[in-house]
């Protein structure tokens, strides 16, 4: 047990599909990350939830849905996505106050896309 | 701009040597972290050692140390007598203050293979 947790870790969806990562963490922090981790590139902020609200967006297709319905959990909503999304989706948290020294990582949903 | 650069793609070391990681980054900020994470092949991120900017010894967690040289903005990581179970990647990752709160930028991760 990490303290933040993933579900499911491995998924396998149709691109006319709708999905869903859940991510829950169990450390007191009030911020939460995903990421996206394609093969052979850096690791890829998507978005940011500080004190549940999403404070950034880089730029990511709108076929990803974020959701923070509080600051234990963190969903990321799939739907008509592409080939080339299949990476491994990574969330993080940490204490948005004053200068964190620690994230604290989930262990990953593997997503193909057929 | 902020950046995290790690320009070896793989490394091989030998069981029982030390090896050491590079890291560079780039960042006009004061205030900033560095962190090294160390992913195996099951995908989740371990947390491996931190270093503050203003911190003025360098982290040691272990067999973990890490070699902060402030003027020439680098974080090298260095693993002391290496075991076969450090083969994984390796990633440095800066945190940046940026809007108003702070985010995790990484590097692209040195693969590490250790040899019996």
């Known amino acids: 047990e990490t303290g933040v947790t993933q579900t499911p870790r491995h998924l396998v969806m149709g691109m006319t599909n709708k999905k869903s990562l859940k991510c829950e963490q169990h450390?007191?922090?009030?911020?939460m990350y995903w990421y996206k981790q394609s093969a052979k590139k850096p690791l890829e902020l998507m978005f940011v939830?500080?004190?549940?609200?999403?404070?950034e967006n880089n730029s990511v297709p709108s076929r990803f849905s974020p959701e923070c319905p509080n600051s234990s959990h963190l969903f990321l909503h799939l739907h008509t996505l592409q080939p080339e999304d299949s990476a491994l989706y990574l969330c993080?948290?940490?204490?948005?106050?004053?200068?964190?020294?620690?994230?604290?990582f989930g262990s990953g949903t593997r997503l193909t896309v057929v | 701009a902020q950046k995290i650069t790690q320009t070896q793609p793989g490394m091989f070391v030998q069981e029982k040597e030390a090896v050491t990681l590079d890291c560079t980054y780039d960042?006009?900020?004061?205030?900033?972290?560095l962190f090294w994470y160390k992913q195996p092949s099951s995908g989740e991120m371990i947390f491996l050692i931190y270093?503050?900017?203003?911190?003025?010894q360098n982290a040691t967690e272990g067999r973990y140390s890490l070699n902060f040289q402030k003027a020439r903005k680098s974080a090298n990581l260095v693993i002391s007598a290496s075991q076969l179970g450090d083969s994984a990647m390796y990633f440095c990752?800066?945190?940046?203050?940026?809007?108003?709160?702070?985010?995790?930028?990484f590097g692209a991760g040195t693969r590490l293979a250790v040899h019996p």
């Open positions: 270093q503050g900017s203003y911190d003025q």
């Open positions: 450390l007191g922090h009030n911020a």
């Open positions: 993080a948290s940490s204490q948005e106050r004053g200068h964190p020294d620690g994230y604290t």
């Open positions: 939830y500080s004190l549940e609200e999403r404070v």
């Open positions: 960042t006009s900020d004061p205030s900033y972290g």
């Open positions: 990752a800066m945190r940046a203050f940026s809007g108003g709160y702070n985010k995790l930028i």
